[in-house]
């Protein structure tokens, strides 16, 4: 069975910067790619973003481009999330989701999913 951990989540100001990181119990270069997604309370789950695991194009939505920063770790084999500039709108849970055919940020197109981090930007 897969299994997904996430970690790095925590308490920053506005303005600040974490570090995310997927750790896999599967080799990670055997997924087609790796997305992180978030849900706030009430919110539905969205896509952040998504690196093809192969060549490491990636995919970034509208509201942290330029902001955060997917990659793969290949000394550690893990797929790290750097997020730059935090503001008030990106405090949720953080997930890791893998997937074997597409990349995305489409929830629904990842196979495997990690159970979260809790991210909150608060002054």
């Known amino acids: 069975q897969v299994q997904l951990v996430e970690s790095g989540g925590g308490l920053v100001q506005p303005g600040g910067s974490l570090r995310l990181s997927c750790e896999s119990s599967?080799?990670?270069?055997?997924?087609?790619?790796i997305g992180w997604f978030r849900q706030a309370p009430g919110k539905e789950r969205e896509g952040v973003s998504s690196?093809?695991?192969?060549?490491?194009?990636?995919w970034y939505s509208g509201s942290v481009k330029g902001r955060f920063t997917i990659s793969v770790n290949s000394t550690k084999e893990t797929v790290d999330l750097q997020m730059n500039s935090l503001k008030s709108e990106d405090p949720a849970v953080y997930y890791c989701a893998a997937g074997d055919t597409i990349s995305s940020l489409t929830p629904g197109t990842f196979q495997y999913w990690g159970q979260g981090t809790q991210v909150t930007v608060s002054s």
């Open positions: 599967r080799f990670i270069f055997d997924y087609y790619a």
């Open positions: 690196i093809k695991i192969s060549d490491e194009s990636t």
